[in-house]
Protein backbone atom coordinates (compact mmCIF):
# COMPACT_ATOMS: atom_id res chain seq x y z
CA UNK A 1 0.00 0.00 0.00
CA UNK A 2 0.85 3.31 -0.69
CA UNK A 3 1.03 6.58 1.12
CA UNK A 4 0.69 10.49 -0.28
CA UNK A 5 1.22 13.31 1.18
CA UNK A 6 1.05 16.60 -0.95
CA UNK A 7 2.22 19.55 1.13
CA UNK A 8 3.06 23.25 -0.38
CA UNK A 9 -0.04 24.98 -0.16
CA UNK A 10 -1.14 28.24 1.52
CA UNK A 11 -2.67 31.54 0.95
CA UNK A 12 -1.29 33.91 -2.22
CA UNK A 13 -2.31 37.03 -3.84
CA UNK A 14 -3.45 36.72 -8.03
CA UNK A 15 -0.33 36.31 -9.58
CA UNK A 16 1.98 34.72 -7.41
CA UNK A 17 3.18 30.96 -7.60
CA UNK A 18 3.42 27.99 -5.01
CA UNK A 19 5.08 24.89 -5.89
CA UNK A 20 3.00 22.03 -4.57
CA UNK A 21 5.26 18.57 -3.34
CA UNK A 22 3.58 15.17 -3.31
CA UNK A 23 5.73 12.21 -1.42
CA UNK A 24 5.27 8.96 -2.06
CA UNK A 25 5.67 6.29 0.67
CA UNK A 26 4.82 2.60 1.62
CA UNK A 27 6.46 -0.26 3.50
CA UNK A 28 6.73 -1.90 -0.24
CA UNK A 29 6.72 0.59 -2.44
CA UNK A 30 9.88 1.28 -3.57
CA UNK A 31 11.23 4.42 -5.44
CA UNK A 32 11.66 1.52 -8.25
CA UNK A 33 7.83 0.73 -8.18
CA UNK A 34 6.83 4.38 -7.82
CA UNK A 35 8.85 4.83 -11.66
CA UNK A 36 6.72 2.62 -12.75
CA UNK A 37 3.36 4.60 -12.18
CA UNK A 38 1.44 7.61 -13.26
CA UNK A 39 0.85 10.45 -11.37
CA UNK A 40 -1.80 12.67 -11.39
CA UNK A 41 -3.14 15.97 -10.02
CA UNK A 42 -6.77 17.08 -8.93
CA UNK A 43 -8.58 19.54 -7.30
CA UNK A 44 -11.86 20.26 -5.74
CA UNK A 45 -13.58 23.88 -5.20
CA UNK A 46 -15.91 24.24 -2.52
CA UNK A 47 -19.23 23.05 -4.16
CA UNK A 48 -17.87 21.96 -7.12
CA UNK A 49 -16.55 18.39 -8.38
CA UNK A 50 -12.89 17.04 -8.54
CA UNK A 51 -11.62 18.05 -11.34
CA UNK A 52 -8.57 16.95 -13.26
CA UNK A 53 -4.93 19.23 -13.47
CA UNK A 54 -2.55 17.40 -14.69
CA UNK A 55 -0.64 13.61 -14.91
CA UNK A 56 2.90 12.70 -15.98
CA UNK A 57 3.81 9.22 -16.93
CA UNK A 58 5.78 7.31 -15.19
CA UNK A 59 9.15 8.67 -17.25
CA UNK A 60 8.12 11.76 -17.13
CA UNK A 61 8.08 11.85 -20.75
CA UNK A 62 4.21 12.69 -21.26
CA UNK A 63 2.44 15.29 -19.47
CA UNK A 64 -0.74 16.65 -19.63
CA UNK A 65 -2.81 19.16 -18.55
CA UNK A 66 -6.27 20.33 -18.41
CA UNK A 67 -6.91 23.60 -20.51
CA UNK A 68 -7.55 26.07 -17.65
CA UNK A 69 -4.38 25.41 -16.34
CA UNK A 70 -2.27 25.29 -19.24
CA UNK A 71 0.51 27.31 -19.74
CA UNK A 72 0.73 28.31 -16.28
CA UNK A 73 1.28 24.69 -14.24
CA UNK A 74 4.46 22.59 -14.75
CA UNK A 75 4.20 18.84 -13.74
CA UNK A 76 7.48 17.01 -12.64
CA UNK A 77 8.83 14.22 -11.14
CA UNK A 78 11.67 13.19 -8.91
CA UNK A 79 11.45 9.39 -9.24
CA UNK A 80 14.38 8.84 -6.73
CA UNK A 81 13.24 11.24 -3.86
CA UNK A 82 9.41 9.14 -4.78
CA UNK A 83 8.08 12.46 -5.22
CA UNK A 84 5.99 14.47 -7.86
CA UNK A 85 5.46 18.27 -8.23
CA UNK A 86 3.14 20.47 -9.19
CA UNK A 87 4.75 23.91 -10.41
CA UNK A 88 1.62 26.78 -10.18
CA UNK A 89 2.46 30.14 -11.84
CA UNK A 90 0.35 32.81 -12.50
CA UNK A 91 -2.52 31.63 -9.77
CA UNK A 92 -5.73 33.28 -10.24
CA UNK A 93 -8.75 33.31 -7.77
CA UNK A 94 -10.65 30.57 -9.75
CA UNK A 95 -7.87 28.04 -8.88
CA UNK A 96 -8.76 28.06 -4.99
CA UNK A 97 -9.47 24.19 -4.49
CA UNK A 98 -8.22 21.55 -2.76
CA UNK A 99 -5.19 19.96 -4.41
CA UNK A 100 -4.85 16.03 -4.41
CA UNK A 101 -1.85 13.74 -5.83
CA UNK A 102 -2.78 10.49 -7.16
CA UNK A 103 -1.29 7.37 -8.27
CA UNK A 104 -2.51 5.41 -10.93
CA UNK A 105 -3.45 1.81 -10.66
CA UNK A 106 -2.22 -0.18 -13.42
CA UNK A 107 1.70 0.70 -14.41
CA UNK A 108 3.25 1.88 -17.50
CA UNK A 109 0.39 4.46 -18.29
CA UNK A 110 0.43 6.93 -20.62
CA UNK A 111 -1.61 8.85 -18.04
CA UNK A 112 -5.20 9.13 -17.94
CA UNK A 113 -7.44 12.29 -17.26
CA UNK A 114 -10.21 10.08 -15.12
CA UNK A 115 -9.99 9.91 -11.82
CA UNK A 116 -11.28 6.14 -12.01
CA UNK A 117 -7.74 5.37 -13.05
CA UNK A 118 -6.27 5.96 -9.64
CA UNK A 119 -5.96 3.77 -6.82
CA UNK A 120 -4.40 6.06 -4.55
CA UNK A 121 -4.94 9.17 -2.84
CA UNK A 122 -3.30 11.87 -0.65
CA UNK A 123 -5.22 13.74 1.83
CA UNK A 124 -5.05 17.16 -0.17
CA UNK A 125 -3.18 20.45 0.44
CA UNK A 126 -5.17 23.35 0.15
CA UNK A 127 -4.47 26.16 -2.37
CA UNK A 128 -6.09 29.84 -1.84
CA UNK A 129 -5.88 32.73 -4.15
CA UNK A 130 -7.45 36.10 -3.14
CA UNK A 131 -8.25 38.71 -6.24
Do not use: H
Amino acid sequence: QVQLVESGGGLVQAGDSLRLSCAASGRTFSSRRFSSYAMGWFRQAPGKQREFVGTITWNGQTIRYADSVKGRFTISRDNAKNTVYLQMNSLKPEDTAVYYCAKESSPWSSGNTDAKYYDSWGQGTQVTVSS
